[in-house]
């Protein structure tokens, strides 16, 4: 157990160097990902915290492998690629795996495919989040257990990031998972660890894929505005402020009347000693997002 956690730390400690020779990096993923791991995970041990920790160690080792190695193994082609995703969909399924080591494959896989052409990135990207999307419509469906599936789709959807302006498919992965999003929202909404992990994951993928974003902005402010009615959360009000801090500025009219439209609406902007909506509104356009977030906060 301990010899081959060794040799892990070692790829892991190494990864840098290896990441930067493409026969290299894949002949490391392989040995990492197909024998290493898990051989791990078979060698019986009557203490379970060294196991785990011997895990952890290489599915550390093979996320930042893969990080670094991206920049090799893209150029390589999208069936080099695939056989990364492929495999390591295998490996994020087995539930002897912790929720936690799982959640470090599947940001490796979110590597693999950042740095790809948009085709081939969705492609791919959806190769491992439909699986996680499924499993998790399937358990809410059925009012299962969602706690790790939750996790494991949230990390999966943001761990995709592309250069500034390759974020389409972002967006587009992002889009077709929303009746998933919205699901989670309407049946957990008031649930305080699912919604900030939901909101958290959302916000940070508009983030990142800003220049694209316009077609989930309206959908994701209309669940905010709907979810902070139904159960008040401090994560709701972090995700407008999130928003308006990205595109309060904006010149186009539809994106600022949205977010307009969003704090008119909210609840607590027309009670207290926090002003109205309206005049929220007024600030915003005068005086642009940040004058008005400091004042509002």
């Known amino acids: 157990l301990l010899l081959r956690a060794g040799a892990g730390r070692l790829i892991h400690y190494t990864s840098g160097y290896l990441g930067s020779n493409g026969q290299m990096c894949v002949a490391m993923f392989q040995f990492m990902a197909q024998t290493l791991l898990p051989d791990l995970l078979r060698i019986p041990c009557n203490d379970k915290t060294l196991t785990k920790q011997c895990v952890t160690g290489v599915t550390t080792g093979l996320y930042v492998l893969v990080s670094e190695g991206a920049k090799v193994l893209c150029p390589q082609g999208e069936a080099v690629v695939g056989q990364v995703i492929t495999t390591l969909n295998t490996l994020i399924a087995n539930t002897d795996i912790s929720v936690e080591n799982r959640s470090s494959l ?6 693999a495919v950042s740095r790809l052409e948009a085709g081939p990135m969705e492609t791919l990207a959806k190769a491992f989040l439909t699986p996680l999307a499924e499993q998790l419509t399937q ?3 059925q009012r299962g257990d969602v706690k790790t599936h939750i996790k494991l789709f949230f990390v999966g959807l943001q761990s995709i990031r592309p250069a500034p302006s390759s974020t389409q498919p972002l967006i587009s992965l992002l889009s077709h998972c ?12 008031s649930n305080d660890a699912i919604m900030q992990e939901a909101c958290h994951c959302i916000a940070s993928v508009i983030a990142v894929a800003r220049a694209h974003a316009v077609p989930v902005l309206q959908p994701y402010l209309q669940l905010l505005v709907t979810g902070f009615r139904a159960s008040p959360m401090i994560f709701h009000l972090g995700s407008v402020r999130t928003l308006t801090g990205l595109f309060g500025s904006t010149t186009d009219p539809n994106i600022r009347q949205g977010l307009c439209q969003a704090w008119k609406r909210w609840p607590w902007m027309c009670t207290g000693g926090w002003g109205t909506g309206n005049s929220y509104c007024s600030s915003l356009t005068s005086w642009g997002c940040t004058t008005t977030l400091w004042r509002a906060g």
């Open 106 to 111: 599947l940001m490796a896989a979110g590597a």
């Open 139 to 141: 358990l809410i469906t």
């Open 178 to 189: 929303w009746p998933l999003v919205e699901l989670v929202f309407q049946t957990y909404g």
